[in-house]
């Protein structure tokens, strides 16, 4: 044993753990070991990752870094991990993984944010004031859509929580959360405590008791490593494990950014911006501020630009560039005045984050001449991606916060270049540490702290962060880039639109309604052929034909030979769907005389939504009776999981289900267009001053029409207010099945926009 002491920070990021063993003393690092992860992800927009395979990796790197450092296990002080966020596992009481985990960028929640955002719950004050989006990377949408996809695993798991979670509880038995995760991606109050009203307005309440009750800040003691933890990670029992956080937020203590004005830029192939401040704000295309996610008590107002060093790294590819490449051009750029003679590049490749929040923007280069060369475009990237990051300053600066310096990490250092275009842009200093590694040397300071060997997060920081040096702004160069900066700014308002248009047609009419829906509280367009009219020899096959060709959900009728007069599928059936057809909307329209009877039955099926009758409870004709059965039903089936709608027949008033609407007991209200039993029958026009008066009362509500729908009715239903739309005939009547569903979706798109009921 020696008399120096040693802690291990260990980064379990996006492709691997990497270990690091750094001094105490100074920071100093003193080995690194890797131990990478597959990350290819072959369903597009799911990533999930094996928590036992983090398990084992934390011990592979540990064990690797102890080895090859050489250092006696003893004179290891502390251990901290850092992880992904929000990074989602359900875990059974004895913590094993009753599914894969969900990675932070899986985007299957999609849905599920439009929901947590229509909740207008105060708790969203951090998704732009309330603007949204809400991200389908962040705890609540995905345990919602665990919630509804998955009943069973969201039921069985006695801990639904974070990566982060995870490995603590394996490390030291203790089940507790970080202050830094609910603070950032689980919508907690002002930091304090979870989001109750938010969880209550999902139908999700439970998930209170399978969150972690007892929140550790950054730094503080988790625990001492257990017997076997201590074994698998080759160090002696007993080590104290502090508590760590998301991944780019311990960066920031790796990168000594904990004081009010410090800014962190995380830079890859996206950029991350990470102001401290000791002010509590929100604002329109700005994410936070979250209320005390880091250490000291400070808050953190966050930006982010999608597309940064991948634009870079896509210029070098598109030029053949090899090794030297970026010597080579950065040397070429560097001769070409500021503001590239004209030449101006907005780098939204895959769409803007803040302040836009615009994922369907998109690059533009403009003002290019015979003139303009390779190193004038380069530097155009450049200088782009550095107008991205002050145009995100100046959304920062409009809610009254200003960074009075940036410190960066990640790919952007190893370019002076960029680097200098960056302090001149924004007219603020850049500083790099010596240390590349921030997240690791992040965690090592906080398990310096926690080891007791520091008394505060900052003295860690101040002994164990070094500087590496400044690149100043030049204020005369600063004023050079006003033209360019003031063209960089025009460009997206003045293209946003013809960007979009330039998109498929489908790929417009969906995303456009998509992007609108930040603004504009009428629900969005969701197409669902009905499977009434498919091949009833292939129902999955026909389920998976319809999702390939744009369809959102799948409207399954469930008819009793009672309530009308035809018999089709029941539960059995949906199961089967659902066993083929994992992630798709199944849209359950009970045509049937005893609803209640098929709810259970529904739920284990895994159905996602269920419609009944108001015709079919109480007395069927809208009295007190009626309303609170359907009440109640209504109640039942979302306690399954499910969403719960109620239907109308074209004869019965739509006053009959405003008690319901007005109450937020239903999550949609379907108005036949027909008299249910049959397809193929001829639309009835006069639903639509229903769904009008429907649609003037309830903005956000889902109003669902189905029956003889096709691209000329729908045009009357959508400019009446219905966002849902059902069609069987006219899409599995078509050669073009796809080409239908995007008539039917662009009808209630443009209605969407100009809103024909209001008038
Ligand atoms: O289920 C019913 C009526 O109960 C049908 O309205 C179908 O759901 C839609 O069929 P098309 O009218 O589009 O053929």
Redesign the pocket.
Known sequence: MGSEKYVLGIDGGTGGIRAGLFAVATGEPIAFADTPYDTSYPKPGHAEQSPSDWWDGLGASSRKVLRESGIDPRDVAGVCVDTTCCTVVALDADANALRPAILWMDMRASDQTKQVLATRDPALSVNGDGAGPVSAEWMIPKALWLAQCEPETFRDAAMICEYQDYVNVKLTGRYCGSANNVAVRWHFVDGRGPPTSLLKSLNIPELLEKWPKDIVGLGDVVGALTRDAATHLGLPAGVPVAQGGADAFVAMVGLGTIEPGQLALITGSSHLHLGVTDRRFHGRGIWGTYSCALVGGHDVVEGGQTSTGSVVNWFKTLCGGGDGFYDEVNAAAAEVPPGCEGLVVQEHLQGNRTPHTDPLSRGVVSGLTLRHGRAHVFRAILEGISFGTRLIFDAMEANGYKPSEVVVAGGATRSDLWLQIHADVANVPFKRTKCADAPALGAAILAAVGAGCYATVADAARAMVHMEGVVHPRPEVHAQYARAYAAYKATYPALRRVIHRQGSEAAFATSVDDADAATDETPVAKIAP?L??ADQGDLAGEVSRMIHDGADWL?V?I?DGHF?N?LTIGPPVVAHLRARARDAFLDC?L?CSNPGSLIDGLAAARASSVTFHIEAVGGGDGDGDATSEAAALAATIRARGMRAAVALKPSTPIETVFPLVDADAVDMVLC??????????K?TASVCDKVRALRRRRPRLDIQV?????EDTVVAAACAGANVV????????SDDPGRVIRGLRRAVVDARRTKPWLG
């Open positions: 009905s009434l009219a409207h009728d008819m009308v035809n329209h045509s036949l267009t027909v008299e249910p039993g049959f397809g193929g029958q639309f189905d029956g003889g729908l096709n059902v069609a069987g005939s006219a899409v599995f009547g």
